[in-house]
């Protein structure tokens, strides 16, 4: 899988027609193929990693090659897009909202990263764009979480004999799915950038991601007012803050991780070590929130100090 990436990574860093093409293709196909394709589940997944792969490479030109670069492409891109959905939709918008809402956070970041060359800048960039779309999530559309609940009653009370636990049940997730969507949002975009980055590693055979990660850290400013939030959200039971506190928990679980890899990765077993890790992250919320919280905290236990002697590893790219 990753040879067949950094394979398309190599072509679309070839010139610019090749990657507006490549990236324009994989956006039209984001759009086109989950209402053509026979199993719905399967098309929604396919067109979600085709959206995914267009939106790092993006990013990726955006760092080897510069902003101009990248908006170059995407003006070009968005313009082909536009051109396929008139056509064939009669929706001309398509290709201007494709470029606002999947690229445009991904030209702030990556454009953040490679000017500053710092993942911790990147990340809380990444929060500070996360709080103006909880913002205009509750100030835009101030009765969200109450349309959806609404919508989704009725609907479940259509059916005979429907047990009210299940329906209470339902209405709780949706009230889950409101509060953790901006904190998703985040997760797919630093996932998205952190993809670009170690794509442009990998492409010059440099170790400097694999530094960079490892010695992630957000800083003691940042976890305090983390542990502030997270405690007001408990305290107020406001939705907004509630949606914040996610998002946080999630910048910060990016730090745990990275201590884990910091602590891991010189072992002889890291490979079944992370393995191991990662399916119980994927598995355990508990292990999630036990690796945000490591994540805070080690802004002021530094758990990854070397020795007085050690060298110190410069980051390179």
Not at 168 to 186: D, G, K, T
Not at 192 to 202: C, H, S, Y
Not at 216 to 239: C, D, E, N, P, Y
Request: aromatic share 8%; hydrophobic share 60%.
């Amino acid at each position: 899988m990753s040879v067949t990436m950094l394979a398309l990574a190599r072509y679309t860093l070839k010139g610019p027609y090749q990657a507006a093409a490549v990236v324009g293709l994989l956006a039209v196909l984001s759009a086109f193929i989950p209402p053509v394709f026979p199993n719905a589940a399967l098309g929604v997944a396919v067109a979600s990693i085709c959206m995914m792969l267009s939106s790092v490479l993006v990013g990726l030109i955006i760092l080897t090659q510069g902003s101009v670069s990248g908006l170059k492409v995407i003006g070009v891109s968005i313009l082909g897009i536009t051109l396929v959905a008139w056509i064939l939709l009669n929706a001309p918008q398509l290709g201007l909202w494709t470029g606002l809402v999947q690229w445009l956070p991904i030209i702030l970041l990556a454009h953040t990263l490679r000017t500053s060359n710092s993942l911790a800048l990147t990340m809380m960039v990444g929060v500070a764009l996360g709080s103006i779309g909880i913002a205009a999530q509750y100030l835009v559309w101030t009765e969200i979480e109450r349309e959806w609940i609404a919508i989704a009653v009725q609907r479940l009370q259509q059916v005979d004999q429907l047990d009210p636990q299940l329906i209470e049940r339902n209405v709780q997730l949706i009230r889950l799915f409101v509060l953790a969507m901006v904190a998703m949002a985040y997760l797919l975009l630093m996932l998205i950038v952190l993809t670009a980055r170690w794509m442009q590693a990998r492409l010059a055979q440099s170790k400097g991601f694999a530094q960079e990660f490892q010695s992630l850290a957000l800083g003691k400013s940042a976890a305090a007012m983390a542990v502030v939030l997270i405690g007001l959200s408990f305290w107020l039971r406001q939705t907004w803050l509630s949606s914040l506190s996610f998002m946080v928990i999630i910048a910060f679980l990016f730090q745990g991780i990275a201590v884990v890899h910091g602590k891991l990765v010189p072992t002889k077993k890291s490979g079944v070590l992370l393995g191991l890790f990662y399916t119980l992250l994927l598995i355990f919320p508990q292990v999630v929130a036990l690796t945000s919280f490591v994540g805070v905290i080690d802004n002021w236990v530094n758990f990854r100090k070397k020795p007085e002697n050690s060298n110190d590893i410069n980051d390179t790219k």
